[in-house]
């Protein structure tokens, strides 16, 4: 990779670190501690008004462990010797970009509703081989409502028609010039319409600029990453200032940490003899608005918990869980003793 390339990309990044553009210096994941896709909202939230914005990802609530794929860019660049520095950048990015495309390190994208009507929405997602993808629904360019997420972000949105119009002239557009920005860095053909998808500029962070730039529950997308300890190995001199990376697990995180809804039990004594109950150790539950939940509700299990009353016994560390549109709450654990 030619020099000056080098200097494109870390002009960029630099535009980035002074917060001229909105942009994570560099997407580089781990191995997933968590894909779950469990949860499905095709019409949106209807506890929240219309229209609404959502961010969704079906990544779990952990950060990404970065040593897998600090190991995956290692390998490849060390298939040429350490003065072939263009040699070593093109095999990490090549490496990076097919695995992060897989979909093995999950998707994030965002949902405009703007009704509880079926298929009233409007879904902007990024995609490898296609870039930016506007209601895409085809298995590989998949940012459909009725997709099912591990955790989610909704929140009202006000001037919806004007907030659409500035994504798509505006907010977009940029995006689209950056990735085309860090393409031609990377000497990767352009795509002025839709933008490229590189391990820099992937969902989590079209997702999160997205996000961010219309709504005022700013979301964390980003994870802190010594690039100067990588830059000479893996042949990319721009390293050395990047200090900070994108990571969809910490989308995960920043929505679940923006999760209010709680649920208490209470310690239970029982005698042999006695009928159990779930309802026992119950106290209160509350979703992610304040509002009560009753025991009886379906969106509370007690992960499968089976007390025997015909004897004695001691249950330690009973939890039970509720599932709610931001994510699943565990309680506090709790103790069931059954005694003579």
Not at 29 to 47: C, F, L, M
Not at 126 to 146: I, M, S
Not at 200 to 206: A, D, L, Q, R, V
Not at 265 to 289: A, I, M, N, Q, Y
């Amino acid at each position: 990779m030619k020099q000056w390339k080098w200097i494109i990309v870390l002009g960029l990044l630099l535009l980035t670190t002074i917060g001229l553009l909105s942009v994570p210096s560099l997407n580089v994941y781990a191995e997933v501690r968590g894909i779950d896709a469990n949860k499905s909202a095709p019409t949106g939230d209807p506890s929240i008004s219309y229209p609404q914005i959502s961010i969704r990802t079906n990544r779990t609530p952990e950060r990404t462990n970065l040593n897998e794929i600090i190991q995956r860019a290692d390998d490849a660049a060390e298939q040429f010797p350490i003065e072939e520095q263009d040699q070593r950048a093109q095999a990490v990015f090549e490496e990076l970009t097919s695995y992060f495309g897989s979909g093995s390190l999950g998707h994030a994208w965002v949902i405009i509703f703007n009704s509880d009507k079926p298929g009233d929405y409007t879904s902007y997602g990024f995609h490898d081989k296609y870039g930016f993808v506007k209601n895409g629904t085809a298995g590989d360019q998949n940012d459909r409502p009725d997709r099912k997420f591990n955790v989610a972000l909704t929140v009202p949105l006000k001037n919806s028609e004007e907030v659409q119009v500035n994504l798509e002239k505006n907010v977009i557009p940029n995006l689209i010039a950056q990735s085309n920005m860090v393409a031609t860095a990377m000497g990767l053909p352009i795509n002025e319409a839709s933008g490229v998808y590189t391990p820099i500029n992937n969902c989590s962070w079209f997702a999160g600029n997205v996000w961010n730039a219309v709504t005022d529950e700013q979301v964390v997308f980003e994870q802190e990453f010594n690039g100067s300890d990588h830059a000479y190995n893996w042949g990319m001199p721009f390293l050395n200032d990047v200090t900070r990376i994108g990571d969809p697990g910490m989308i995960a995180e920043s929505i679940s940490e923006k999760n209010t809804a709680k649920i208490t039990l209470k310690d239970v004594t029982l005698h042999v003899g006695d009928k159990w109950e779930r309802r026992l150790p119950f106290v209160s539950c509350l979703d992610e608005h304040g509002n009560s939940v009753p025991w009886e509700d379906g969106r509370i299990t007690s992960n499968n918990l089976n007390i025997d009353t015909s004897k004695p016994g001691i249950y330690s560390n009973i939890k039970y869980t509720f599932k709610g549109a931001l994510g699943n709450v565990d309680s506090n654990p709790i103790t069931i003793k059954v005694i003579e």
